[in-house]
Each structure stands twice: as C-alpha cells, then as structure tokens.
T-cell receptor, first 113, second 112 residues
Framework: QQQVKQSPQSLIVQKGGISIINCAYENTAFDYFPWYQQFPGKGPALLIAIRPDVSEKKEGRFTISFNKSAKQFSLHIMDSQPGDSATYFCAARWNQGAQKLVFGQGTRLTINP | DSGVTQTPKHLITATGQRVTLRCSPRSGDLSVYWYQQSLDQGLQFLIQ???????AKGNILERFSAQQFPDLHSELNLSSLELGDSALYFC???????????FGPGTRLTVL
C-alpha cells in the first residue's frame, strides 16, 4: 500500500506551544521520510528529513520522531511562532521500482499570537 | 527561493484545450519531477525525468505528457483539458537521488 496517512487535517496552537503532526505508513518499502512546509501561493519547501535507522532528528525548533516498529513518524515544532503558520506535508520515499515521494494529505497549522 | 523556476504562474483556459507548463531546474540538478496539487487529492506525483530520460511514472493521465530537453528544462503538456484538471502544478528538481527535492513556485491552472 503506497499511502501515507497524516493527521490532524488542521491544528491550532498558541504562540509558544508545541505543535505535533503525525504520519503513518504501512509498507516497509519506504526508506526516507521528509517533511515539507508550504506557505500560501508558494511551493513546498523541504524542512527536515529522517532515515528509518534513526529514531529522532532535531534541527532548531523542529524535531522528527520516528518509530520504525509502529511505522509512524511525527513532526514536533517547539516554541511555535505565528510565522510557522503554514501547511505541513509529511512524505515517504518509495524505494521499489520507480523511486518517488508519496505525500500525506497535509496539515494546516495556525499559530495564534 | 529554491532556484527552480516555473512559467507561467497562472493559466486560464477552456475545456478541450491544450497547454504547456515549463520548468527550469536548479543549476546542476539532473532530475525533474512533476506534481499535481488539488484540494481533494493533495500532492500527487505525476512523472520524473533524469537527464532527459523518463525515470518514473505516477498517476499521470494519458492526456498528459512531459519531456526533458538537453538543457535540462522540462515541459508538461496537458491536452483535452477537463474541469477536473484545474489544480496547482509543481515542478521539483534534485541533484541525483529523489531524497532532497526542491520545489518551484508552481503554475495555477484554471480550466473553465
């Protein structure tokens, strides 16, 4: 099954809070998991990425947690700021035959000041 | 700015027509990917080219085709357009592997 399920669809967090977005997959043929941030009218921008042999990766306020056995990964945004308000997409690289990125449905994040 | 350019930014056309979307990848990137983004389908991979050759195909309709030219720019051709083809079309590029893809600003296609 070449699907990545993302939740929630939308999320509202107060400034300074922690934003958490979750993704799940079923097939072990995925071998690379990036997160993209998209502002209105712009293309998705690569935010942070992780490989399945690592359980956590942190870059500034952004952290990916990866649970290989559960086939789940999540994005944590610490000290969320109004400028983080955007749509976030998780993705997974399909590594059999045609390599491609499969995207989750996206989460619209709003950070209230 | 990702370094990937796409033209035009907006395109309005009628059903049954044909359009061409253009993409210039980042300098040095050999791979180009096309995606369709619609409200109900999210980001859907359409097709990948690597150094002029088709490398992978996703959910691309037979009415759609693409090519990558010797200067590495790519074009996505959409024909016999239907209302449901209205969407944002993104091009992305990467140096070699599919890991780090850099997206262009997109072309918004409206079919009336």
């Amino acid at each position: 099954q070449q699907q990545v399920k993302q939740s929630p669809q939308s999320l509202i967090v107060q400034k300074g809070g922690i934003s958490i977005i979750n993704c799940a997959y079923e097939n072990t043929a995925f071998d690379y998991f990036p997160w993209y941030q998209q502002f209105p009218g712009k293309g998705p921008a690569l935010l942070i990425a992780i490989r399945p042999d690592v359980s956590e990766k942190k870059e500034g306020r952004f952290t990916i947690s990866f649970n290989k056995s559960a086939k789940q990964f999540s994005l944590h945004i610490m000290d969320s700021q109004p400028g983080d308000s955007a749509t976030y997409f998780c993705a997974a690289r399909w590594n059999q035959g045609a390599q491609k990125l499969v995207f989750g449905q996206g989460t619209r994040l709003t950070i209230n000041p | 700015d990702s370094g990937v350019t796409q033209t035009p930014k907006h395109l309005i056309t009628a059903t049954g027509q044909r359009v061409t979307l253009r993409c210039s990848p980042r300098s040095g990137d050999l791979s180009v990917y096309w995606y369709q983004q619609s409200l109900d389908q999210g980001l859907q991979f359409l097709i990948q080219y690597y150094n002029g050759e088709e490398r992978a195909k996703g959910n691309i309709l037979e009415r759609f085709s693409a090519q990558q030219f010797p200067d590495l720019h790519s074009e996505l051709n959409l024909s016999s357009l239907e209302l449901g083809d209205s969407a944002l079309y993104f091009c992305a590029s990467s140096a070699y592997t599919v890991n780090e893809q850099f997206f262009g600003p997109g072309t918004r296609l409206t079919v009336l």
